[in-house]
């Protein structure tokens, strides 16, 4: 198995461009999962779903910030406008059913997207 | 928050050496995470424990877990080069579905 795929790795664009960030997760994994990470804040949450529904958003910073998963191999992260407080470096997991003793979601990451605002 | 903290934030030790990371939480949960962070690269799950369980080993890795303290420690005996990353906690809190929420991370340098 590849593992997650993240797509594009590094993205460098300037304020007010639309940014798509894409995410391709283990085949058979039915939970995913967008986290932010920054120096500042560390790693944060951003939304996640399961079965492709969203479950949670409340990460998500501001209504700039939007996700999707169409289907089971694949989600997109958009931000449109795009400012330089949001340059970060962006991670995808997905993780398979949740532990029937512990409800435990052991996640795998991709390798991240390193977007920069200018 | 309900994020969890780790302590210390860096850690530099000699290989060899044992390396000793603890974790603090703030509300109840159903199960603690530990995960590593190579420079530039994605994290990667290490060990999980689960709320009625008390100590964990994972080849040189040893997690416990004090509930009623809330917090956790993460050991690794006889450290290597290759063990140079972050260490971060992740817990999933009772009634927050699936959401897992990282802690601050402590950064491990080992030296040779």
Known sequence: DAGVIQSPRHEVTEMGQEVTLRCKPISGHNSLFWYRQTMMRGLELLIYFNNNVPIDDSGMPEDRFSAKMPNASFSTLKIQPSEPRDSAVYFCASSPHRDPISGANVLTFGAGSRLTVL | ?112
Not at chain 2, 22 to 48: A, D, E, F
């Open chain 2, 1 to 112: 928050s309900q994020q969890g903290e780790e302590d210390p934030q860096a850690l530099s030790i000699q290989e060899g050496e044992n390396a000793t990371m603890n974790c603090s939480y703030k509300t109840s949960i159903n199960n603690l995470q530990w995960y590593r962070q190579n420079s530039g690269r994605g994290l990667v799950h290490l060990i999980l424990i689960r709320s009625n369980e008390r100590e964990k080993h994972s080849g040189r890795l040893r997690v416990t877990l004090d509930t009623s303290k809330k917090s956790s420690s993460l050991l690794i005996t006889a450290s290597r080069a290759a063990d140079t990353a972050s260490y971060f906690c992740a817990t999933a809190f009772t009634g927050g579905g699936n959401k897992l929420t990282f802690g601050t991370g402590t950064q491990l340098k080992v030296e040779l």
